[in-house]
């Protein structure tokens, strides 16, 4: 099945040329799939004869919402979502007062083995295709009835480790003719996979890097991200000032505050001095406290702050929100599977 929605609009136009229609035509069904129709049925400008041909010759399966979750905090919504395969990802509509932000994820499940996070304890099962991460932005829009104006790709999975759908993904939902969300509105997260890194720089999208840093040295690092005994955090450090020097994009570091782990005075003013000569910005997170992992929340989270500022780095602390809701990463997804498993064993 050819997976139409996958596709750029002058590849959807070239592809319905193939089928012997005006170019025109292209732009009809790139509108419609964008507009999240179900069916080909839907697109009611087409021939009968040719909406028969693409459902017969293409995919179009949108996600089915397998479990949606409200915070009555603050009105974050998560979704779980079940693809048509079966996998289930997560996504979450955080509204902010600069616009509602959609966070989705980019594969199902991780590989890359953070020990304090719940997306990669099972491993990777698959990478999503574009269509996929497309899906998750405009399903929770028109689910939830609420506009969504800004992404962020901080979901489920390692957005460099997907890089070419990530790539195409961003094209289509920049479209004009699909979402037309602007790259400004956009960040992508990584754990500090080097070559993708530059691979964006060469590409210079004006989109917000973040780098889950988690820590400034090397022993520390290793011992929380396997990622970085592949490229090591100094490796990393090269390659966000190169990212600067040629985007001129401030790069923002995640930080999940660790106890005793990456918390001390010494490891903010290590940070400090390998941040000199780039505007970055650090952006400190409360631990999520994930049942699996044996790490447990800093409590120097302001002193660590000071620190930071005392360099004149800028340094905020994440605002939780849906704490009610399991609402951040890979948590839902886990219960869910873990019911799953539970209702298995007890047949
Ligand atoms: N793979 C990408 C994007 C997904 S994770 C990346 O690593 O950046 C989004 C952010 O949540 C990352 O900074 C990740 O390190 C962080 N995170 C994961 N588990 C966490 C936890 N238990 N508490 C706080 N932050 C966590």
Request: aromatic share 2%; glycine share 12%; proline share 4%.
């Given at each position: 099945m050819i997976d139409l929605k996958s596709m750029s609009l002058p590849e959807v136009t070239e592809w319905m040329r193939g089928l012997g229609q005006p170019a025109f035509r292209g732009k009809q069904v790139f509108t419609w799939l964008h507009r999240g129709v179900r069916s080909f049925e839907e697109m009611t400008?087409?021939?009968?004869?040719?909406r028969e041909t693409l459902k017969e010759t293409c995919l179009l399966a949108p996600p089915v919402v397998a479990r949606k979750q409200e915070s009555r905090l603050d009105g974050t919504i998560k979704y779980l979502w079940e693809l048509s395969d079966g996998n289930c990802i997560e996504s979450v509509l955080m509204r902010y007062?600069?616009?509602n932000t959609v966070c989705i994820s980019s594969q199902v499940g991780c590989r890359m083995g953070c020990a304090f996070c719940a997306s990669t304890i099972a491993g990777k099962v698959r990478n999503l295709t574009p269509a996929e991460m497309l899906d998750q932005v405009l399903f929770t829009q028109l689910d939830s009835g609420l506009p969504v104006s800004n992404i962020v790709l901080m979901g489920i999975g390692e957005p460099l480790d997907n890089l070419d759908a990530v790539l195409?993904?961003?094209?289509?939902?920049?479209?004009?003719?699909?979402?037309?969300?602007?790259?400004?509105?956009?960040?992508?997260?990584t754990c500090g996979l080097v070559p993708?890194?530059?691979?964006?720089a060469d590409l210079e999208l004006q989109l917000t890097l973040s780098?889950?840093?988690?820590?400034p040295d090397s022993a520390t690092r290793s011992r929380i991200m396997p990622v970085n005994r592949a490229y090591d955090v100094e490796e990393l450090f090269a390659a966000c000032h190169d990212y600067f020097q040629k985007t001129g994009r401030r790069i923002s570091f995640e930080y999940a505050m660790i106890d005793g782990v990456n918390d001390s005075d010494q490891q903010a003013d290590l940070i400090a001095r390998k941040?000199?000569?780039?505007?970055?910005h650090?952006?400190?997170i409360p631990l999520n406290d994930v049942v699996e992992s044996p790490f447990k929340p800093s409590r120097r989270i302001a002193a660590?702050?000071?620190?930071?500022?005392?360099?004149?780095?800028?340094?905020?602390?994440?605002?939780?929100?849906?704490?009610?809701?399991?609402?951040?990463c890979g948590q839902l997804r886990r219960k869910a599977m873990e019911e799953a498993q539970k209702g298995e064993d007890s047949q």
């Open positions: 400008n087409l021939p009968k004869d040719l007062h600069h616009g195409k993904f961003l094209e289509l939902v920049n479209s004009p003719d699909g979402m037309n969300i602007g790259m400004r509105h956009i960040s992508l997260s993708g890194i530059r691979r964006l780098v889950s840093l988690h820590a941040l000199r000569g780039m505007p970055g650090v952006n400190l660590f702050q000071k620190r930071l500022e005392s360099h004149g780095i800028t340094a905020t602390v994440r605002r939780s929100l849906g704490g009610d809701i399991d609402a951040s």
